[in-house]
């Protein structure tokens, strides 16, 4: 049901439903589309439940997400699911990277656990990890396109930096010698207007994304 190149694309317009509950997030999103005129509307804005995410994969739950919305607003609807996954903990915490924060989101908290399991481990350093994207447009007639992006790097403890959100402070992108958490949020997630690649998870993803869809 879910491709990266659909047979026939459509292109979106106007406004589309930011699937999030994530303010984090939704910013990034929103200045993603600003360039290409496309307005984000907050799924909180909207008063749109949070569904379930029972999927497997990024873009299983990315499609949960954006198929939710758009059924409930009637409108399309833009989802990205997304996480922290370190080599030396199998992958973990992944599709579980909200969750380790816990209801209250204590992303301190969330980092401290990620630092004691690696010790715990006795993983050699450097303690690779990257970041994963999975974007989902869905359309309100049951059509879906999920495009995903990755940026590799190693972890850093103590957490540096306090811009951006969720695990920032802890993620030293290759070839940066600044964490997310110390980048302007333009350096993070800009798109190069020359067409190279784009630094971070997200903004990978979304340059596949707007190939097809903007
Ligand atoms: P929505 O489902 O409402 O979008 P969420 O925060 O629950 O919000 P996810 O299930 O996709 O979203 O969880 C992804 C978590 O991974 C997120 O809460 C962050 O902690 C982390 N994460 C994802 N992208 C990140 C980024 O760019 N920088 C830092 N942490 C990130």
């Not at 459509?10 to 997030?25: E, M």
Request: proline share 7%; glycine share 10%.
């Amino acid at each position: 049901m879910t491709a990266e190149t659909p047979e026939r694309a459509r292109r979106l317009s106007g406004r589309v439903v930011a699937a999030t509950h994530n303010p984090g997030k939704l910013r990034e999103i929103r200045e993603l589309l600003a360039p290409h005129g496309v307005e984000a509307v907050g799924a909180a804005e909207l008063d749109l439940a949070e569904p379930e995410e029972t999927g497997r994969t990024f873009r299983d739950n990315a499609a949960i997400k954006a198929e939710a919305a758009a059924r409930a607003s009637g409108e399309p609807a833009l989802a990205d699911d997304s996480g922290l996954c370190v080599e030396a903990l199998g992958g973990a915490p992944g599709i579980y990277s909200a969750r380790w924060a816990g209801d209250s989101r204590d992303f301190a908290a969330a980092m401290a656990r990620i630092e004691r399991e690696l010790r715990a481990a006795g993983a050699p350093r450097p303690w690779r990890a990257h970041f994963v994207s999975a974007l989902a447009l869905a359309w309100p007639d049951g059509r879906i396109q999920t495009f995903e992006g990755r940026v590799d790097g190693d972890l850093v403890f103590p957490p540096r930096g306090t811009a951006g959100f969720g695990y920032d402070p802890i993620f030293l992108p290759d070839g940066h010698d600044r964490t997310f958490g110390e980048m302007r949020a333009e350096e993070k997630h800009g798109v190069p207007a020359d067409g190279s690649l784009a630094l971070s998870h997200r903004a990978r993803a979304f340059q596949k994304f707007a190939r097809e869809c903007l």
